[in-house]
T-cell receptor, first 116, second 113 residues
Framework: DAGITQSPRHKVTETGTPVTLRCHQTENHRYMYWYRQDPGHGLRLIHYSYGVKDTDKGEVSDGYSVSRSKTEDFLLTLESATSSQTSVYFC???????????????FGSGTRLTVV | RKEVEQDPGPFNVPEGATVAFNCTYS??????FFWYRQDCRKEPKLLMSVYSSGNEDGRFTAQLNRASQYISLLIRDSKLSDSATYLCVAEMTYGGSQGNLIFGKGTKLSVKP
């Protein structure tokens, strides 16, 4: 399996506190993604990165920021956590991206975040 | 209209049965399609890509119908271990997220002894 790890695996935090989730890869893949998964909504893209310091918003980016200072690390920050951000967060990586390419994503094991 | 739509199920089938899942995608310009499998409380894992000519991997067959904009997954001789949620995936083809993958909400399969 591809080398992709997420930390922490579980976290409980209080409303209003900042939270940072980390995704680390050892595959040297160019593209990295943060998704959240909620019942009834499936996987939704939060932010993605197409290189060091190159990031862009996804479908549900409000309340989240990201940073990628090294190829191997992609950080997701909740500036001020809210209960609506209670979710399972998945990081994914891919080597390719774009029209017609066979570029299935590889996912990390996920972070279960609870905001109380 | 949702980008990728699937019947959520659950599909409850006996061992050995053949089961088929369909999903539809909204944008005719999508070029890349996949099926993922997700076990309970685990991450999604790539099951197979879907090619225009159709493709098979053991007991699994994926088909793409561009005219009708639907993707199918056929599982033959179902095993207990096939019980999972199956996610249909298509490429997003517009806006800043062009090239990213859009996931359906998944179809739950339960294979019974």
């Amino acid at each position: 399996d591809a080398g992709i790890t997420q930390s922490p695996r579980h976290k409980v935090t209080e409303t209003g506190t900042p939270v940072t989730l980390r995704c680390h890869q050892t595959e040297n893949h160019r593209y990295m993604y943060w998704y959240r998964q909620d019942p009834g909504h499936g996987l939704r893209l939060i932010h993605y990165s197409y290189g060091v310091k190159d990031t862009d918003k996804g479908e549900v980016s409000d309340g989240y920021s990201v940073s990628r200072s090294k190829t191997e690390d992609f950080l997701l920050t909740l500036e001020s956590a809210t209960s609506s951000q209670t979710s399972v967060y998945f990081c994914a990586i891919s080597e390719l991206r774009g029209r017609g390419a066979n570029y299935g994503y590889t996912f990390g094991s996920g972070t279960r975040l609870t905001v109380v | 209209r949702k980008e990728v739509e699937q019947d959520p199920g659950p599909f409850n089938v006996p061992e050995g049965a053949t089961v088929a899942f369909n999903c539809t995608y909204s944008n005719s310009a999508s070029q890349s399609f996949f099926w993922y499998r997700q076990d309970c409380r685990k991450e999604p894992k790539l099951l197979m890509s879907v090619y225009s000519s159709g493709n098979e991997d053991g007991r699994f067959t994926a088909q793409l119908n561009r005219a009708s904009q639907y993707i199918s997954l056929l599982i033959r001789d179902s095993k207990l271990s096939d019980s999972a949620t199956y996610l249909c995936v298509a490429e997003m083809t517009y806006g800043g997220s062009q090239g990213n993958l859009i996931f359906g909400k998944g179809t739950k399969l339960s294979v019974k002894p």
